[in-house]
């Protein structure tokens, strides 16, 4: 079946770091990927998608671009806030069939100023 | 436009009571799905309601079940709670679509306690 792997947090970074989270995935077809950003005590929200091979997803300075032939997805951003400290899920929706989602554990991140 | 709502926000149940929870989809949205997220892991699918009807389920066991009304507000029913059943349940909703450019717009979730 579908499955999404991520890298196990927590990260720690300071406040202008780089940031990288590694998502890989497994499944038939070309399915649509997700990052999706969880704040503390919230729902989920949107960070970007991609839909097709070499697509670059990307909002508010994250970027991840869908590889297919590594099966990957990982999520950057050049330069994190404080207000970026959160939980990232990276995910993945296959094509066709009903809208099932299938999400990855989640990488927590904090950044420290 | 009103996004995805649900309520209530917090509820706290003994083991083996009966819960409802509830949703109202994003406007112009037919498509309703539920979601389980337990403490520091991923949400994990448990159904999803198109035209009223289940048309997708994910690994959960018969006690879950659910309703969507002709308005494409949905109930999340839960039977016999267990203790394991405490968590976070995410309702998200989306235009029903054949494009793969769809995506599921999430509300901000009630959270469960079972004691």
């Known amino acids: 079946g579908n499955s999404v792997t991520q890298m196990e947090g927590p990260v720690t970074l300071s406040e202008e770091a780089f940031l990288t989270i590694n998502c890989t995935y497994t499944a038939t077809g070309y399915p649509s990927l997700f990052w999706y950003v969880q704040y503390p005590g919230e729902g989920l929200q949107l960070l970007l998608k991609a839909t097709k091979a070499d697509d670059k997803g990307s909002n508010k300075g994250f970027e991840a671009t869908y590889r297919k032939e590594t099966t990957s997805f990982h999520l950057e951003k050049g330069s994190v806030q404080v207000s970026d400290s959160a939980v990232y899920f990276c995910a993945l929706r296959k094509s066709g069939g009903y809208q099932k989602v299938t999400f990855g554990t989640g990488t927590k991140l904090q950044v420290i100023p | 436009e009103t996004g995805v709502t649900q309520s209530p926000t917090h509820l706290i149940k003994t083991r083996g009571q009966q819960v409802t929870l509830r949703c109202s989809s994003q406007s112009g949205h037919n498509t309703v799905s539920w979601y389980q997220q337990a403490l520091g892991q991923g949400p994990q699918f448990i159904f999803q309601y198109y035209r009223e009807e289940e048309n997708g389920r994910g690994n959960f066991p018969p006690r879950f079940s659910g309703l969507q009304f002709p308005n494409y507000s949905s109930e999340l029913n839960v039977n016999a709670l267990e203790l394991d059943d405490s968590a976070l349940y995410l309702c998200?909703?989306?235009?029903?679509?054949?494009?793969?450019?769809?995506?599921?717009?999430f509300g901000p979730g009630t959270r469960l306690t079972v004691l």
């Open positions: 998200a909703s989306s235009p029903r679509e054949t494009s793969n450019y769809n995506e599921q717009f």
